[in-house]
């Protein structure tokens, strides 16, 4: 069956724009997440979505990022007044919540520069 | 402190050898659970094994095995047969339970490349 899948697959932005990443996840997966990985770097998570609770937003690094989760399905990461430290791939990840293993699996991420 | 570490940037392996990727954790949690991923240079994550922490046995999917020693919080990946379209990035990642929610924690990766 289809995958995740994000677009648009590679962005570039001038600094302070805002810009938006999309993220579909796998059908019927319940649980959505958002991670970054910088150059060289393992992956950082950014937010949670599970249904219809809150998000877990922990690791949002500032008010600039926010993200939504529209009908359980599509989630949209918008990252507002662009920095260069936000040059990064950006990737999108679901699972099915039925508790034990829960592996999540992963988009092909967007890449992300902002000149 | 670092939640997993895995201390080997990068390495070298013969093509049809062994190799074993290090990876330990830290967690006062009971309940959790250690995924390897691998990333190739396309750079999607593919996952590979998964180990629960109340998992009796090592846990084994088709050339990757998980070598789980619970006592130490170490969880070292084991590739055998190495072949070359295993050259990539291996990252180890950790799921805690209770408030620490779903989220993945990740290890800084270690890059593997297969010689012929």
């Known amino acids: 069956g289809a995958g995740v899948s994000q677009s648009p697959s590679n962005k570039v932005t001038e600094k302070g724009k805002d810009v938006e990443l999309r993220c579909d996840p796998i059908?019927?997966?319940?649980?959505l997440y958002w991670y970054r990985q910088s150059l060289g770097q393992g992956l950082e998570f950014l937010i949670y979505f599970q249904g219809n609770s809150a998000p877990d937003k922990s690791g949002l690094p500032s008010d600039r990022f926010s993200a939504e989760r529209t009908g359980g399905s599509v989630s949209t990461l918008t990252i507002q007044r662009t920095q260069q430290e936000d040059s990064a791939v950006y990737l999108c990840a679901s699972n099915k919540k039925s508790g034990g293993q829960e592996t999540q699996y992963f988009g092909p991420g967007t890449r992300l520069l902002v000149l | 402190a670092q939640k997993i570490t895995q201390t080997q940037p990068g390495m070298f392996v013969q093509e049809k050898e062994a190799v074993t990727l290090d990876c330990t954790y830290d967690t006062s949690d009971p309940s959790y659970g250690l995924f390897w991923y691998k990333q190739p240079s396309s750079g999607e994550m593919i996952f590979l094994i998964y180990?629960?922490?109340?998992?009796?046995q090592n846990a084994t999917e088709g050339r990757y095995s998980l070598n789980f020693q619970k006592a130490r919080k170490s969880a070292n990946l084991v590739i055998s047969a190495s072949q070359l379209g295993d050259s990539a990035m291996y990252f180890c990642a950790m799921r805690e339970g209770g408030a620490a929610g779903n989220k993945l924690t990740f290890g800084g990766g270690t890059r593997v490349l297969v010689k012929p």
């Open positions: 180990q629960g922490s109340y998992d009796q």
């Open positions: 059908s019927g997966h319940t649980a």
